[in-house]
């Protein structure tokens, strides 16, 4: 999988798939008019790229080595780690009818805070090289609780002035609100009848460019702060990194250690390291 290839597919996020995770990025009250089935489901989804699209979506967001400001430091940046699903899908009589998640990524949905009440795709994209996905890509067996997923962590860190520090809460990918089957679900559901609402746009508006479309790539949503990441912001010449990695093979202290430059083996993990610029 090439960055070149992924200009070619649908890119969504999901919004509130971590607990704490909307409140702690200072969206709660944005999203308070949202209404939810379950007291714990996501808050729905939103377009980050677009292929064709006549607006800032239009533009081609992903890289993975440098993300730039774009001169937008004042509206403060935090890093949002999450895990990539990289899908085929099918779409039938104008609508998304199933996706299939073939392969998965470590992903920084990097994020602007700016609170103006305008729709959230609008802190997602401004620019290119604004948001971060790893090319260490990992197959997908099955896309069930008894695949190869539910083994991975997800980590993310950020080093600065030589020290690093955990940005985000090391969290198992079983520990979204919603995955496997239950998100797939959802994700079809929603792309066909979600409408404007608050922070969240109607979204055939965008499906409809799926006819041109090879995939869909999805940001599953975003972990927790650490301490660290609650409560500072992103600065020029931070080094980024997230990780998907497989417990059972690898520790915590594997991460730590590969980002101090000791000689660390990561067998079965998808690393994304950046530099903001």
Known sequence: MLLEDLKDYLCFGVAGNFANHLGEAGEADEFAQIKTDEKDAPKGMFPFYIKGHDSFLGTYPICDEIIKTHGREADNMQVEAEVALICDFVYENDKIVDITPKYFS???DCS???QDGNKLSTKKN???NTKGISQEVIEIDNFTEEGILKRYHIASFV?????V??????????SYSYFFGQLKEWMIEKLNSQEDCGP???LTQFTKYAKDSKGILIAAGATAYAEFGKNHFLQKGDEIFVYIYDAHFHSFDDMYNDMCGMDTFLSKCSKLHQILE
Request: net charge neutral.
């Open 106 to 108: 470590a992903f920084n």
């Open 112 to 114: 602007l805070r700016f």
């Open 126 to 128: 401004w620019g290119t």
């Open 159 to 163: 080093k600065r002035d030589g020290i």
């Open 165 to 174: 520090h955990d940005y985000g809460t090391t969290s198992s990918v079983k």
């Open 200 to 202: 969240l746009e109607e």
